[in-house]
Every structure is written in C-alpha cells, then in structure tokens.
C-alpha cells in the first residue's frame, strides 16, 4: 500500500460547483496532516493544516478520520483561479518527515 | 513574507558532472530540507538537516548526494556524478519547530530544475 494515495483526476469542474478530494494514508502513527497546493512546475504551497475536529478556511473545509486513515478535502464554489494540482500531505510517524500523495489535478473551466 | 530562496532557477549539466544547488532558508528557521520532484510524479523527500548534521534521510539520498550548511545561511545540495535520472526539480524548504509540534509547516523555495543530459 502506497504511504499515501490519491486519485490523480483530472477534476474537471465548472466554476460555482463543490469539489470534494480524498486521500488514504498508511502509517496509522502519523500526526500532521496538511493539503498544499501546487501550480504548474511551481512549488507546493500550504493551502491548510487538518485537525481531527475538521477545519474550514473560507470556500475550503478539511477532515481527518483516523480511524480510517482518510482525509478529504472539500472546496465550495470553486474559481478559476483554484485550478492546480491539490497535494495531501502526512508526516511519516509520529516525528517524521512530510511524504506527499502524487496529487489531486484540479481544472476550474467557465 | 520570509521567503526560502534557491539558486540556480535552472541547471543544465553533462552527465557525471557535479553539481552544487543552493538554498537560503528563512532566517530564524531551524530545520531544513531537501524533496525533489521528477516531471509528472510525485514530490519525494530527500534529506532533513537540523543542529548541522542530517537528521533523517531517504532511501533516494546515497552516496551520490551530500548536504551543507557552509556559513550560517547557506544551506547546499551537492550532487556528484550526475545521472541522466537526476533531472528533476529540487526543492529546498524550511522550518521553524518540530513537526510534531503541528502549527508550523514547511515553506518551500521555488526550487531548481537540473536537467541532466
């Protein structure tokens, strides 16, 4: 089982529309947990951390079950300016280094 | 906003050539990193660095490579005898605590792309 896993995509959406990413994670000792963001051959950006109790940034809501070793990643009315590549993000165990899921492609079209 | 800084923005190099890739973190970050990323794939890591000496590394960071921080503000990717595989994007990234402490993330540099050829 890879470390962590996404379904590549592509999403494509219209704009206004609510687009829901998911991501498995295999090491159940991980503790931090994080969706960036990556444009084009640029680097990943920090889009938000996600806590247990779920977390929301604006048109963004994140949720991590342990349980399941799951995290989502919700967007509400999407742009054009949200098409990129979305990345969830888990430390390997509970002090190790952040392992990315190859990423979640996201296009926003009028 | 603090920034990580890297040079060179792009490298084109012979193949067993060295290379060196240099990265600035922000000033009052402790920890530093290396990820790199082949064209299409995912984002891997490389090495971790903190109190001058690496702290953890990957399976990908052999021999080949080594890491520096010469001066207090450098911190230095040294490649030797490039492989035509080595193209890819570099990334330095940095940052402040733990990981475990959770509210600080890693901030990454706009990274160097290496072209092997």
């Known amino acids: 089982r890879k470390e962590v896993e996404q379904d590549p995509g592509p999403f494509n959406v219209p704009e206004g529309a609510t687009v829901a990413f998911n991501c498995t994670y295999s090491?159940?000792?991980?503790?931090?947990f994080f969706w960036y963001r990556q444009d084009c051959r640029k680097e990943p950006k920090l889009l938000m951390s996600?806590?247990?109790s779920g977390n929301e940034d604006g048109r963004f809501t994140a949720q991590l079950n342990r349980a399941s070793q799951y995290i989502s990643l919700l967007i509400r009315d999407s742009k054009l300016s949200d098409s990129a590549t979305y990345l969830c993000v888990v430390n390997r165990g509970s002090q190790g280094n952040l392992i990315f899921g190859k990423g979640t492609k996201l296009s926003v079209k009028p | 906003e603090p920034e990580v800084t890297q040079t060179p923005s792009h490298q084109v190099t012979q193949m067993g050539q060295e290379v060196i890739l240099r990265c600035v973190p922000i000033?009052?970050?402790?920890?530093f990193y290396w990820y790199r990323q082949i064209l299409g794939q995912k984002v891997e890591f490389l090495v971790s660095?903190?109190?001058?000496?690496?702290?953890?590394k990957s399976e990908i960071f052999d021999d080949q490579f080594s890491v520096e921080r010469p001066d207090g503000s450098n911190f230095t990717l040294k490649i030797r005898s490039t492989k035509l595989e080595d193209s890819a994007m570099y990334f330095c990234?940095?940052?402040?605590?733990?990981?475990?402490?959770?509210?600080?993330?890693?901030?990454f540099g706009a990274g160097s792309r290496l072209t092997v050829l």
């Open positions: 090491n159940s000792a991980s503790q931090s």
């Open positions: 000033s009052n970050h402790l920890y």
């Open positions: 990234a940095s940052r402040w605590t733990p990981l475990r402490s959770g509210a600080n993330v890693l901030t």
């Open positions: 996600v806590y247990s």
């Open positions: 660095f903190y109190n001058n000496e690496i702290s953890e």
